[in-house]
């Protein structure tokens, strides 16, 4: 059975910085695509940031320079870490991975980032 925990929201205030972890269990981050979505109420979820299979990221035009995902092979996680926080940014965030690409199958439960003063 896959799952995918993440960890790591909170309260920031603007400028602040943070940064997410996606736990994985039942599947082999290092084999999939990864990616970081965010939702807030009454919007689709958007993408923020992918690692496609072989390695390349990508991000959303409205965190470059500002977020940056990764991911360890050896502890089966993957993360977002992000700085210079907008209020903007408020969001529930959820990792994803897929076998081939994103958004994938299997989905995280997310966590909660709020940006304010």
């Known amino acids: 059975q896959v799952q995918l925990v993440e960890s790591g929201g909170g309260s920031v205030q603007p400028g602040g910085s943070l940064r997410l972890s996606c736990a994985a269990s039942g599947i082999a981050l290092s084999m999939n695509a990864l990616g970081w979505y965010r939702q807030v109420p009454g919007k689709e979820r958007e993408l923020v940031a992918r690692i496609t299979r072989s390695g390349s990221v990508d991000y959303a035009d409205s965190v470059k320079g500002r977020f940056t995902i990764s991911r360890d092979s050896a502890k089966n996680m993957m993360y977002l870490h992000m700085i210079s926080l907008k209020p903007e940014d408020t969001a529930v965030y959820y990792c994803?991975?897929?076998?081939?690409?994103?958004?994938?199958?299997?989905w995280g439960q997310g966590t909660q980032v709020t940006v304010s003063l």
């Open positions: 994803n991975a897929g076998r081939w690409s994103v958004p994938g199958a299997h």
